[in-house]
């Protein structure tokens, strides 16, 4: 990781004034920041030495976001350059992310609501040619209306990176990469790799705690070459999409589709 940000509440980025900061990643700092227009984003200010690769990444995620128009990413406000360090805002989803949901006791309709979300937004990714990589739970927020969001593109594989079957390593949180991702080589990067992620986070509301939690980083390969089983009480056919999405072999594993969440008048 680059150095930690030395900015705070207060201090600019372009003509941005940072509120507080809300997190940090390998690739950057994110703010709750307001632009010149008074709108509230979330900036995100790559670190202070970051190296070439970590650079390039960064500028890959704002040209994605540029080229982006799809329903549960949020929009790009803005991007520029602070003293060497690239930065961009976009809309702030406020809510919950899917890491605090899990333990939350959501009823199996409310989990499948959210997996549904979620499925039809990383459909859109990939109708673009576009694989997210990292659909971990505190990559996925949830806002006040229900409404499902993408959050950070800083690892995901894009057209110019050989389109959809890009050989790669295992970006992102481990514990939701698929089995493929452990090889080596590791295999081909694909809209399987999200269905993987997704059954994860499917497993991980229904539980009501993280995937994988008592198997050691070392033995994650061997302990994904079994489909996740959801509890018991899991109905169908939720029950049998946690194990489809989560197959060992990716040919087996169904694509992903966009939905559209009924409105409450029932249009």
């Keep these: 990781m680059g150095a930690v940000s030395e900015l705070g509440s207060g201090?600019?980025?372009g003509g941005w004034e940072l509120v507080w900061q809300l997190g940090q990643g390998a690739q950057g700092t994110v703010f709750r920041a307001t632009g010149p227009d008074g709108r509230t984003g979330a900036l995100k200010l790559a670190h202070g030495g970051a190296g070439e690769g970590a650079r390039a990444r960064f500028a890959r995620e704002i040209r994605l976001r540029t080229e982006l128009r799809i329903p549960g990413l949020p929009e790009l406000l803005d991007h520029?350059?602070?003293q060497g360090r690239p930065w961009f805002a976009t809309a702030l989803v406020e809510g919950r992310a899917v890491q605090a949901l899990i333990g939350a006791r959501l009823s199996t309709g409310a989990?499948?609501?959210v997996i549904r979300g979620v499925a039809s937004?990383?459909?859109?990714?990939?109708?673009?040619?576009?694989?997210?990589?990292?659909?971990?739970?505190?990559?996925?927020r949830v806002d006040e209306g229900g409404d499902v969001w993408l959050l950070d593109l800083g690892v995901a594989a894009g057209p110019d990176d050989g389109g959809l079957t890009r050989d790669g390593g295992a970006p992102g949180a481990?514990?939701?990469?698929?089995?493929?991702a452990f090889g080596d080589p590791?295999?081909?990067?694909?809209?399987?790799w999200d269905a993987y992620a997704v059954g994860v986070l499917a497993w991980e509301l229904l539980s009501g705690q993280p995937a994988w939690a008592?198997?050691?980083?070392s033995d994650l390969r061997a302990a994904k070459q079994q489909p996740l089983r959801a509890p018991a009480t899991t109905p169908e056919p939720l029950a049998s999409l946690v194990s489809a999405l989560t197959h060992p072999d990716p040919a087996q594993r169904p694509p992903l589709?966009?939905?559209r969440r009924p409105s409450p008048c029932g249009r």
Aim: hydrophobic share 40%; charged share 20%; aromatic share 2%.
């Design 257 to 259: 589709r966009p939905w």
């Design 186 to 192: 590791p295999g081909a990067v694909g809209p399987a």
């Design 11 to 13: 201090d600019r980025v």
């Design 214 to 217: 008592e198997v050691a980083p």
């Design 80 to 82: 520029g350059d602070h």
């Design 121 to 140: 937004a990383v459909a859109g990714l990939h109708a673009a040619g576009v694989v997210h990589r990292d659909l971990s739970p505190g990559n996925v």
């Design 111 to 113: 989990v499948s609501t």
């Design 174 to 180: 481990r514990t939701h990469a698929p089995p493929e």
